[in-house]
């Protein structure tokens, strides 16, 4: 199982910077995305980045503001969130799997981001 860390409560305009520990798989083939689902609403998608690390994608909600990278020994991928607005609050989990068919093996427990004054 994957370990999402990092969330918390933060003012609009804040950043954070979650963590997803893959430390317990290998990356060399799997693709890890980062979903997130709010209170009522339908898990979407936030951001993903690939088995070889070059490629990356984004929703266009986050465009510009998140970023997602992974650490040299592929043990943790990060997803750093920037101007975060009351709109981005919601469970924050990720996933290891195929991108392109949207299946994914392996899911976090995720982690609660609150933007909130």
């Known amino acids: 199982q994957l370990v999402e860390s990092g969330g918390g409560l933060v003012q609009p305009g804040g950043s954070l910077r979650l963590s997803c520990d893959v430390s317990g798989f290998t990356l060399d083939y799997y693709a890890i995305v980062w979903f997130r689902q709010a209170s009522g609403k339908e898990r979407e998608f936030v951001a993903s980045?690939?088995?070889?690390?070059?490629?990356?994608e984004y929703a266009n909600s986050v465009t510009g503001r998140f970023t997602i990278t992974r650490n040299f020994d592929k043990t943790t991928v990060y997803l750093q969130m920037t101007s975060l607005k009351v709109e981005d609050t919601a469970t924050y989990s990720c996933?290891?799997?195929?991108?392109?068919?949207?299946?994914?093996?392996?899911w976090g427990q995720g982690t609660q981001v609150t933007v909130s004054s």
């Open positions: 996933a290891l799997g195929a991108r392109l068919t949207n299946s994914y093996l392996y």
């Open positions: 980045v690939s088995s070889s690390g070059r490629n990356t």
